[in-house]
T-cell receptor, first 112, second 114 residues
Framework: AQSVTQLDSQVPVFEEAPVELRCNYS??????LFWYVQYPNQGLQLLLKYLSGSTLVKGINGFEAEFNKSQTSFHLRKPSVHISDTAEYFC??????????FGTGTLLAVQP | NAGVTQTPKFRILKIGQSMTLQCAQDMNHNYMYWYRQDPGMGLKLIYYSVGAGITDKGEVPNGYNVSRSTTEDFPLRLELAAPSQTSVYFC?????????????FGSGTRLTVV
């Protein structure tokens, strides 16, 4: 069975600083990996996904993530955050079951 | 705009009441899903469907029922509401078997059971 761990429930950061949101997964089969963003009182929106190929994946709003198979990680990064990036970010994995399994989420709190 | 539409956006139920959360998509997606979101718990899969007439249980199906009579609609039924069902419910859909195209989510239904 697959599982996803997001160790940081909240990440405070100042505006224009870089940020990394951590995600580790567990799976015995090949996986697809995703990051979703949820703005307050809204549904989830796909940020980026890793299916195969290049391990560095670029998404919307300047975010990118790197798939590291040996460390079973898929950390999300942005070199310079804005106030508007304040949201909850979810890492998700799918594999043999073809269903998305979500992590518990990380609240990115960008401060001026 | 194309997407997943959920109604209602908010609802307060009394213990023991029943209700149906509506979900409709206009993207001709075969796969549809219901999740609940609780603080600090992420999203948990309640039920899913791989096509009209076919549904299956997810991680947390107890207390819920679903049906899928058309490709477009996937309603979620709560028969006897309990306080433990207070949550935000999200419906989602995807194009193919597997989620490699990503899911499209609705904007959610916030349900409070008192």
């Amino acid at each position: 069975a697959q599982s996803v761990t997001q160790l940081d429930s909240q990440v405070p950061v100042f505006e224009e600083a870089p940020v990394e949101l951590r995600c580790n997964y567990s799976s015995s089969v090949s996986v697809y990996l995703f990051w979703y963003v949820q703005y307050p009182n809204q549904g989830l929106q796909l940020l980026l996904k890793y299916l195969s190929g290049s391990t560095l994946v670029k998404g919307i709003n300047g975010f990118e993530a790197e798939f590291n198979k040996s460390q079973t990680s898929f950390h999300l990064r942005k070199p310079s955050v804005h106030i508007s990036d304040t949201a909850e970010y979810f890492c998700a994995v799918s594999g043999a079951t073809n269903k998305l399994i979500f992590g518990t989420g990380t609240l990115l709190a960008v401060q001026p | 705009n194309a997407g997943v539409t959920q109604t209602p956006k908010f609802r307060i139920l009394k213990i023991g009441q029943s209700m149906t959360l509506q979900c409709a998509q206009d993207m001709n997606h075969n796969y549809m899903y219901w999740y609940r979101q609780d603080p600090g718990m992420g999203l948990k899969l309640i039920y899913y469907s791989v096509g009209a007439g076919i549904t299956d249980k997810g991680e947390v199906p107890n207390g819920y029922n679903v049906s899928r009579s058309t490709t477009e609609d996937f309603p979620l039924r709560l028969e006897l509401a309990a306080p433990s069902q207070t949550s935000v419910y999200f419906c989602a859909s995807s194009y193919s078997r597997g989620s490699n195209y990503g899911y499209t989510f609705g904007s959610g239904t916030r349900l409070t059971v008192v």
